[in-house]
């Protein structure tokens, strides 16, 4: 696909960036890990990052209103924070009035922005309340809106969103509205916001969907999430629809940090603690240089790191009662040497992300089957 509008400029480039040491003649899609609340910050996109992390990244979701009110401002400005040396994300915003999505994005390119995402499929009420998020997709007119809004800025404009808000089918009067703004990029969830991820994803309407861009706006790239939780999964999706230009990962980062990689590998539990540890400081750089931050805030990502081997559950309990990242590394200190000699006497004790997923799995079915 051949991007020719300054638009479509940095997404063009994250398309090449994907090409990159590919041996197929195939297009590859690109990767981005999901904007998701209070997780995909300046700290846990370095993790990322260190594991082997995707072609682009996404900030948190930020209000544009915030952003651009005198008093509110200094509140959100760590949800845009990008440290020095780190990859430039892609700033996500959510609103429902265009005067401030203007505002916002105009800031943006003074931060080093490039692109600007703007959320029309968060399902949280208190956003649908505002009028936002997923709401959007009941105010159709007020979507095109905020598009030209943000379009002010000069930065490339992507939308991130649902299929509809009460039925999944909603998409076929919904996504031709949003094709006809000649966006850089639409990334669909594929539910609706009433199914939340309640149910599987709606992989039969892809086709469907593709041949709508082809047909309304042949330059706007597609972005699939949802369901997906490795590089391999995302690729074999690509493979099965051709026309799917990137894959976007959410929660499956929970179930493996390593998700991204390009030759899927066994790590050790060394390996998963180090990244722990790695968190740990930057946690607290950005706490003490840039933003305040809640520790309470780190304990969702503990079972990233502590999973699969014995001993997890316990340790990972104990770090569930502390209140620092002293207290943390303490524990850490006090357990490791006993968790490391267990794992080294018997293989079969520990397991990496991905095995642990694939057990985990197994046994959820087993115990759904017995339940019927």
């Known amino acids: 696909m051949t991007l020719q509008s300054p638009q479509h400029n940095f997404w063009s480039k994250v398309v090449e960036k994907a090409q990159l040491g ?95 995402d703007i959320n029309m499929g968060c399902p949280d009420n208190t956003v649908i309340k505002n009028s936002a998020g997923s709401d959007l997709i009941r105010h159709p007119e007020l979507a095109v809106s905020v598009i030209a809004a943000a379009r002010q800025s000069g930065l490339a404009v992507s939308v991130k969103t649902r299929l509809g808000f009460s039925q999944a089918e909603e998409f076929r009067e919904w996504l031709p509205i949003i094709f006809k703004q000649d966006i850089a990029l639409l990334t669909i969830h594929l539910r609706s916001r009433k199914e939340m991820s309640k149910v599987p994803a709606h992989l039969e309407y892809i086709d469907e969907i593709l041949a709508m861009r082809d047909s309304i706006a042949p330059k706007t790239l597609i972005q699939l999430n949802g369901d997906i939780k490795t590089r391999a999964e995302g690729l074999a999706l690509a493979q099965a629809h051709p026309g799917v230009d990137g894959i976007m990962i959410g929660r499956g980062i929970f179930e493996n940090p390593y998700a991204f990689e390009k030759t899927p590998t066994p790590h050790t539990l060394e390996e998963s603690i180090a990244l722990l540890n790695l968190q740990l400081d930057l946690f607290d750089d950005v706490n003490e240089n840039v933003t305040s931050k809640h520790f309470e805030a780190l304990k969702r990502y503990f079972k990233i790191y502590l999973r699969g081997f014995a001993h997890a559950s316990a340790l990972r309990q104990m770090l569930m009662e502390t209140h620092a990242t002293n207290e943390v590394r303490d524990i850490l200190k006090r357990e490791l040497d006993r968790v490391y000699a267990a794992v080294a006497s018997d293989q079969h004790m520990y397991r990496d992300n991905t095995a642990a997923s694939a057990d985990m799995t197994a046994t959820t079915l087993e115990k759904n089957s017995q339940s019927v």
């Open 22 to 116: 590919s041996d197929s003649a195939e297009k590859v899609p690109f990767f981005s890990l999901a904007p998701m609340e209070a997780v995909t910050d300046t700290i846990f996109r370095r993790v990322v990052a260190q594991a082997g992390g995707p072609d682009v990244y996404f900030t948190e979701f930020t209000n544009a209103s915030s952003m651009v009110h005198p008093k509110a401002k200094f509140s959100v400005q760590g949800r845009l924070a990008v440290a020095e040396g780190e990859q430039q994300p892609v700033a996500q915003i959510w609103g429902s009035r265009p005067e401030t999505i203007a505002g916002a994005a105009k800031i943006l390119p003074t931060m080093g922005f490039q692109a600007v």
